[in-house]
Every structure is written in structure tokens, then in C-alpha cells.
Nanobody
């Protein structure tokens, strides 16, 4: 099993940047593919970005391509989401997810989730 704890959310003006972090704990945490999802009020949770256990493959939602970058540091069992050029539409609770299976992370059907961190972008 793996436990996930997000940090780094906050309030930022449109055009600004934030860096989210997700610390994973567990014996095999570095073996897990990891991803970020977000949920805005009144909306379904949606995929944002994902990265394989090696960091060799990444995937992004079209809405964040070119603005967000996902990365990982397996020595620290941490995944980061660098968010630049933020827009008010990026306002949401951001969740970290993990799974051994890449397709499960992409689909968001894993059982392993963090508690979420709020990101608010003001116009």
C-alpha cells in the first residue's frame, strides 16, 4: 500500500505560478505511477497529469499542456506539479493519485488518493 500527502496549494493571481508536491510513503512507493486530478465545485473530478514510475513517460490533459509540468524525485518519493500561467478555471481541489498500473492512474480508478490541496486563482 501507499499513503499520499499533498502540499503547496494556495491563493494566486491569474498568470501566477504554484508548485504542488505529493509525498508518497510505503515500501514500494517509488514503483508506483502517479498522477494529479482536480475537482472544482459542482464539477466531476478530472485528470490533470500523470507520470510513470521511472519518470520516462508523462501525460497531460489538453487544458494544461504547455502550462503544467509533472516531475518526480524517486529518492524522496515525491511528485511535483509545477503550474504556470494559472487561470481562474484552474481553481479546484487538487488530488494526488498512485497505482502500480499506468492505465489505472490515467483513468483515476485507483484506490490510492491523497486528501487534496486547494488551489484558488483570482482574476
Amino acid at each position: 500500500q501507499v499513503q499520499l500527502v499533498e502540499s503547496g496549494g494556495g491563493l494566486v493571481q491569474a498568470g501566477g505560478s504554484l508548485r504542488l508536491s505529493c509525498a508518497a510513503s510505503g515500501r514500494t512507493a517509488s514503483s508506483y505511477a502517479m498522477g494529479w486530478f482536480r475537482q472544482a465545485p459542482g464539477k466531476e473530478r478530472e485528470f490533470v497529469a500523470a507520470i510513470t514510475w521511472s519518470g520516462g513517460t508523462t501525460n497531460y490533459a489538453d487544458s494544461v499542456k504547455g502550462r503544467f509540468t509533472i516531475s518526480r524525485d524517486n529518492a524522496k518519493n515525491t511528485v511535483h506539479l509545477q503550474m504556470n500561467s494559472l487561470k481562474p478555471d484552474d481553481t479546484a481541489v487538487y488530488y494526488c493519485a498512485a497505482d502500480i498500473r499506468w492505465n489505472v492512474v490515467l483513468a483515476g480508478t485507483t484506490n490510492y488518493w491523497g486528501q487534496g490541496t486547494q488551489v484558488t486563482v483570482s482574476s
